[in-house]
């Protein structure tokens, strides 16, 4: 009989993740979130400062916490951002549905096949919102490095992945943390609309274009906004000029393929009524944003087009 490493992985890529790794839950060192914080990179992300300690520390949010099983789904799916230019550009992980209900379905499937083998185990099941570094987990876990623009990038599927982790009790033997292979690559930084990369491997959340569209409640800089061009909700410029992104293909996830309702001009946008937008994205990421959110968006984005 196949050991729980093993059975866990099995079961994973049934599930249908791309990709699953496991490393040893010892507190990740604190520096790097303290600084980011400290500089204020966060801006308005109240929840970002909360508690840094718990963020560094999986046992702070499982008690007991020994392994940490980091997983990565593909969303990667083969169109363009845009089809003309009186349409906003809608980042590519907000064109299907929510990625937080996704993910959390096949972790909960994946934390019940957990059980099943060992009934006692505990286990709690994170995405996004969990106060956890997920990026490190799965660098730390061998499923990719984090990129200068510190997303994190597998060799084989690039950047469009998601990811969403287990934490559990269970001893489980890690996998080697992965190496960087940015190399003197540093076109996302050059590309950063915002200048939003301030140095490898930091973002300054507060100028990043998916900050300005989704994140923040205060009125957007105008300095920023005339550099956020047509983008209205997220942006991907540091990951299209990325070349590991030349590996990515397409995602067997039916859930990630564009809904026919994110191809519209951008007066649209700005018309829509609260009740329309509820009845049209309801399931999808545009709901975080807000429909005020986005016919602000779609305002600027006119206004820089006809700049
Ligand atoms: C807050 C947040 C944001 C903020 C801040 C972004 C950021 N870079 O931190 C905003 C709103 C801007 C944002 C944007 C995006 N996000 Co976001 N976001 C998060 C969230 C909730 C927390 C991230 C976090 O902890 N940031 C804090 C800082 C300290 O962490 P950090 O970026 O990892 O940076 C540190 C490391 O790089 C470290 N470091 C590591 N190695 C090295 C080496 C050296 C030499 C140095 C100096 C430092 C260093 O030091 C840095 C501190 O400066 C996570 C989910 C989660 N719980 O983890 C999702 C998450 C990171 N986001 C995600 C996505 C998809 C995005 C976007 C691509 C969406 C879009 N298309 O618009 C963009 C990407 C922008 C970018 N280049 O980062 C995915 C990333 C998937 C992936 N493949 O990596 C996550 C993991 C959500 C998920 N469950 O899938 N996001």
Not at 15 to 34: D, M
Not at 51 to 76: F, H, S
Not at 105 to 130: G, N, R, S, Y
Not at 156 to 176: H, K, M, N, Q, R
Request: hydrophobic share 35%; glycine share 6%.
């Amino acid at each position: 009989m196949a050991n729980i490493k093993e059975q866990i992985q099995e079961a994973a890529l049934e599930i249908g993740f791309s990709k699953i790794g496991f490393a040893r839950a010892e507190p990740l060192p604190n520096a790097p979130l303290l600084e980011w914080l400290q500089n204020g990179y966060h801006g308005d992300m109240a929840y970002m400062a909360r508690d840094p300690e718990k963020r560094l520390d999986p046992g702070k949010v499982l008690p007991g916490c020994q392994t940490v099983i980091a997983t990565a789904l593909n969303y990667y799916t083969p169109y363009p951002t845009k089809s003309n230019d009186n349409q906003g550009q809608i980042s590519r992980y907000a064109w299907g549905k929510d990625y937080h209900k996704v993910i959390q379905k096949k972790l909960k499937k994946l934390a019940a096949a957990i059980t099943l083998a060992e009934p006692l185990a505990k286990v709690k099941v994170c995405v996004d919102t969990t106060p956890i570094l997920e990026k490190a987990w799965a660098e730390r876990a061998g499923l990719g490095w984090q990129g200068k623009h510190t997303n994190l990038i597998t060799r084989d599927l690039g950047s469009w992945v998601f990811l969403g982790e287990i934490l559990t009790d269970l001893v489980i033997e890690p996998d080697a943390p992965h190496l960087d292979f940015c190399g003197n690559c540093n076109r996302c930084i050059e590309a950063c609309p915002t200048q939003a990369i301030t140095a490898p491997y930091v973002v300054d959340g507060s100028r990043c274009i998916a900050y300005l569209t989704i994140e923040t409640k205060e009125p957007i800089d105008k300095e920023l906004s005339e550099k956020t061009g047509n983008w209205i909700f997220g942006c991907d410029v540091c990951q299209e000029v990325c070349p590991w992104n030349r590996f990515s293909s397409t995602t067997p996830e039916e859930a990630f393929f564009p809904r026919p309702q994110v191809e519209r001009p951008l007066e649209s946008w700005m018309e829509i009524t609260d009740e329309e937008f509820l009845e049209e994205f309801a399931g999808t990421p545009l709901m975080r944003a807000k429909r005020k959110h986005m016919a602000q968006n779609a305002a600027i984005a006119k206004h820089n087009l006809e700049k």
